[in-house]
């Protein structure tokens, strides 16, 4: 079972987990703490055959209980089911899988639950289910599959500027219109510009939860996945460059717009963009995702695990507004009865 991966303490050789708050990987079992440097001396040979590609096998083992691990094609480090310890399969993050960089966990899961806590809180429709403890106890740290664009981007705009002057001579007035033809050009380099690359994991909330600050991007290493869930890449890169060529369009025009003032109105008639020196890293971002299933449907929670960024949707419980609103016409039906007789 060489393939399934997790690192051991040091000391008691229970499973390691990476702690956020020290950037130190802990053992839960005898309190010990490591550094990268400590780790890297002994594992760092196991971290340099990533390089390889490493056959992806049917079944996985937990290495420390020998159990099945229950995971999905993309699931690339998780927890086994049984004695909870951290696991790694380490074929889903050798040869092209392998990642760049990563940006390490800030937030710890006890931080994210709070946030959780105070966001639904404030959502005072939301089914009461999704205000349980239980429920609050499944929200995952996931190291979320990315792709970072750098790219240079030439972009025109060409249209019709007007300029309107109005007067009034006699018994006339007179309105003046005279045309422009306003034409912009420009060009600026764009970096790291992210793309989700997993399919699992809805992009419209993977890019509300931007930005990340890059510049805590560290070179990968598979320990940073101890103690938390991480998927492999299933977009390829090829397919990922459309939506980020999409985003550099919108950047870009958007850009050059702005430069455009002092006309009455102006109209786009053409425009251009062109995408040079494009290149891609693959890239592991941290967030905490918690999915509640209300009908039939998903509700999804996000948290930037860097920046503590929140989004998410809750369904309304129509008992619940029903509930609300009968409270209140009840309030005012009392306050309509007995509001005079107060003062009595
Ligand atoms: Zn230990
Ligand atoms: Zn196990």
Known sequence: MGSVKEYKCLNCKAGLEFDPPSQHWKCHYCFSEFTKEQIDAVY???????????????????TSCGAELIADDTTAATFCLYCKNPTIIKSRFSGKFKPKNLIPFKLTKAQAQDLYKKWI?????????????????????????????????????????????????????????????????????????????????????MHMIEPYDYSALTDFSIQYMSGFMAEKYDVEAGEAKGVMKERVEKYIEDKLWTTVSGYSSYNVRNKQVMLMDTTEDYCMLPVYLLINKYKGKEHVFIVNGQTGKVVGDTPISFKKQLLFGLAVYTAVWLVAVFGGAIFV
């Open 44 to 62: 760092k040979k196991a971290e340099d055959s990533l390089d390889k590609e490493e056959p992806e096998l049917n079944s996985y083992h937990c």
């Open 121 to 205: 809180g404030k959502r005072i429709f939301a089914p009461s289910e999704f205000k349980q403890i239980a429920e609050i106890e499944k929200i995952t740290g996931i190291y979320a599959p990315f792709w970072l664009f750098d790219t240079r981007a030439e972009g025109m705009i060409d249209g019709e500027g007007t300029r309107v002057k109005s007067w009034t001579q006699g018994k006339y007035r007179y309105t003046q219109t005279t045309y422009y033809r306003v034409l912009r050009k420009g060009n600026a380099l764009y970096k790291k510009v992210p793309v989700d690359a997993s399919k699992k994991l809805d992009d419209k909330y």
